[in-house]
C-alpha cells in the first residue's frame, strides 16, 4: 500500500507565496512521475505541473514562471514552491505520483488534497 500526504496549504494574499509538499510512504520500489493537479470548484481537476525521475519538469501555461516543481528522490517528496498567486490560483491541490510497489504493481496514486485560498 502507498500513501501520499500533502502539506502546506492555506490562506495567502494576492501576490503572495505558498509552497506544497507531498511525501509518499509505504510499500515503494521506485517513484517515477510526481506531479500537482488542481480542481476548483465548478471546474475540472487540471494539471498544474510535472516532474519525472530524471528532473524533468512541465508546466501549465497559467503557472509557467511563477510556480516551482521539484522533488527530493531520497525522501520520495515533491514540492511546489508557488509565488505571485492570484485568486485564479484558488483550488484543492492534489499530489500525484506513478509508482511502482513492493508487488511491483505500478500504478498511479493520490493525495487526499490541500486547499489553497487567493483571497484578500
Known amino acids: 500500500q502507498v500513501q501520499l500526504v500533502e502539506s502546506g496549504g492555506g490562506l495567502v494574499q494576492p501576490g503572495g507565496s505558498l509552497r506544497l509538499s507531498c511525501a509518499a510512504s509505504?510499500?515503494?520500489?521506485?517513484?517515477?512521475?510526481m506531479g500537482w493537479y488542481r480542481q476548483a470548484p465548478g471546474k475540472q481537476r487540471e494539471l498544474v505541473a510535472v516532474i519525472l525521475s530524471g528532473g524533468s519538469t512541465r508546466y501549465a501555461s497559467s503557472v509557467k514562471g511563477r510556480f516551482t516543481i521539484s522533488r527530493d528522490n531520497a525522501k520520495n517528496t515533491v514540492y511546489l514552491q508557488m509565488n505571485s498567486l492570484k485568486s485564479d490560483d484558488t483550488a484543492v491541490y492534489y499530489c500525484?505520483?506513478?509508482?511502482?510497489?513492493?508487488?511491483?504493481?505500478?500504478?498511479?496514486?493520490w493525495g487526499q488534497g490541500t486547499q489553497v485560498t487567493v483571497s484578500s
Open positions: 500525484n505520483a506513478g509508482v511502482l510497489d513492493g508487488s511491483l504493481y505500478a500504478g498511479h496514486y
Open positions: 509505504g510499500s515503494i520500489v521506485s517513484i517515477n512521475t
